[in-house]
T-cell receptor, first 113, second 113 residues
Framework: DQQVKQNSPSLSVQEGRISILNCDYTNSMFDYFLWYKKYPAEGPTFLISISSIKDKNEDGRFTVFLNKSAKHLSLHIVPSQPGDSAVYFC????????????FGKGITLSVRP | GAGVSQSPSNKVTEKGKDVELRCDPISGHTALYWYRQSLGQGLEFLIYFQGNSAPDKSGLPSDRFSAERTGGSVSTLTIQRTQQEDSAVYLCASIGTASYEQYFGPGTRLTVT
């Protein structure tokens, strides 16, 4: 049973527009959420995270929103750039640093020039 | 100052053979994870080493899989009697203390023919 779900396998967005990547989770014990970005033939790289005590975290063009009651988070990228084209993984962790991460299946973002 | 490294980058092996995959984590990182990503799937947790504690092996898919971490640093993932369904990208990640952010290596692409 998937505890972290990224239900859309792909998203295509025009350069300059907003990209919204969604993620749902089922385990209410998760209290830390991360987004990773992966280019082909490379390992995932950390992008942005959010603690369950917050509902928004912003870093440059990237903002993560968390709705705990809905067990939903989203990553907003604005404005989208062609270099953002990659696979984006949502991940969640339980209490305590070093806790095991549970990953979603990922979503492939394509930003059209 | 290098990141996580993995070797080999690619491995093609015949069904039934044993393989060893190596991970060199970031120096000083206390925790190390192994994941695999099969085609079209997310990141599947395999095993987790934290300091001197007993490893969390709950993600290993069968007893053909084993891993060790010598001296709290380098880790080796061994797959015995490989099967075609073992074909995947095997990723290693390390994490420092008091951190949720895992740093991934580039992965080893294993193909079992």
């Amino acid at each position: 049973d998937q505890q972290v779900k990224q239900n859309s396998p792909s998203l295509s967005v025009q350069e300059g527009r907003i990209s919204i990547l969604n993620c749902d989770y089922t385990n209410s014990m998760f209290d830390y959420f991360l987004w990773y970005k992966k280019y082909p033939a490379e390992g995932p790289t950390f992008l942005i995270s959010i603690s369950s005590i917050k509902d928004k975290n912003e870093d440059g063009r990237f903002t993560v929103f968390l709705n705990k009651s809905a067990k939903h988070l989203s990553l907003h990228i604005v404005p989208s750039q062609p270099g953002d084209s990659a696979v984006y993984f949502c991940a969640a962790s339980g209490t305590g640093a070093n806790s095991k991460l549970t990953f979603g299946k990922g979503i492939t973002l394509s930003v059209r020039p | 100052g290098a990141g996580v490294s993995q070797s080999p980058s690619n491995k093609v092996t015949e069904k039934g053979k044993d393989v060893e995959l190596r991970c060199d984590p970031i120096s000083g990182h206390t925790a190390l994870y192994w994941y695999r990503q099969s085609l079209g799937q997310g990141l599947e947790f395999l095993i987790y080493f934290q300091g001197n504690s007993a490893p969390d092996k709950s993600g290993l898919p069968s007893d053909r899989f084993s891993a060790e971490r010598t001296g709290g640093s380098v880790s080796t993932l061994t797959i015995q009697r490989t099967q075609q369904e073992d074909s995947a990208v095997y990723l290693c990640a390390s994490i420092g203390t008091a951190s949720y952010e895992q740093y991934f290596g580039p992965g080893t692409r294993l193909t079992v023919t």
